[in-house]
């Protein structure tokens, strides 16, 4: 199994989101969060007021699949959270060595 984590542009979840379940994820955890990479960030003005924002809105996408389906999350996620901008976020894979579904005591793929 690998746990595959994408940081997108929030805008994109829904898309993400249903390409995702076209190819047969079954379940994902999402987080707000806030970050950086190459774009340092973006000036903003308010009240007439500029000022510069570090940390830029992000959702963390974060799905456990068999190995099989890696693959396939990962063209799902890229053709569909990508808009050739920067900022448009990261995808990192992960190998998972043990899931345990804590209500009925499943283990391995039985778990996810």
Known sequence: MNKVEAII????????????NEIGVTGMTISESRGFGRQRGHKEIYRGAEYQVDFIPKIKIDVVVEEALTDGVI???KDNAGTGKIGDGKIFVMPVSQAIRIRTGETGQDAV
């Open 75 to 77: 063209a799902a996620i």
């Open 9 to 20: 542009k929030p805008f994109k979840l829904d898309e993400v989101k249903s390409a995702l």
